[in-house]
């Protein structure tokens, strides 16, 4: 039964979403994935092919923006993001930052993805922090 777990797949497609501080970071990055995938494949006895099919470039946040929000929320983490959806899509038309909230499972975009409601409401609550911070 393909998919099963006893079962040895004669093909596997897989999907990789790297992201870096830099697009030449990534970049590397994914040239050293590729080179590792198929110098492992082929010390195994099977093949590998990997192909590019989407890129973009890492999005910028407003850097006035973010240093407004550090402000107001004080010793919280600040951390990178390359995303190319969300509040990345206004970034290159409107001063645009994101608010992240704690995810224990650390899985994103998929159904399994999980907040505690306590942390959902101190994102809400420093939501508002940061909105009354720019009236």
């Given amino acids: 039964m393909p998919g099963g777990t006893n079962v040895i797949a004669s093909t596997v497609h897989a999907w990789l979403d790297a992201r870096a501080e830099t697009d030449a970071e990534t970049r590397a990055l994914v040239t050293e994935i590729t080179v ?3 110098a492992e494949a082929s010390l195994n006895g099977c093949s590998a092919t990997v192909t590019e ?3 973009a ?3 910028a946040f407003d850097k006035a923006l973010r240093e407004r929000f550090a402000l107001a929320l004080g ?3 600040r951390l990178s993001s390359g995303a190319g959806h969300d509040a990345g899509v206004l970034a290159g038309r409107v001063p645009s930052a994101m608010l992240f909230v704690r995810n224990p499972t650390g899985i994103s975009h998929a159904p399994e993805e999980f907040a505690e409601p306590s942390d959902c409401v101190a994102g809400v609550e420093a939501l508002e922090q940061l909105l009354r911070d720019l009236l």
Avoid: F, I
Wanted: proline share 17%; no cysteine; aromatic share 8%.
């Fill in 75 to 77: 010793d919280v983490p």
């Fill in 53 to 55: 099919e989407s890129w």
């Fill in 36 to 38: 590792r995938t198929v």
């Fill in 57 to 59: 470039p890492r999005v």
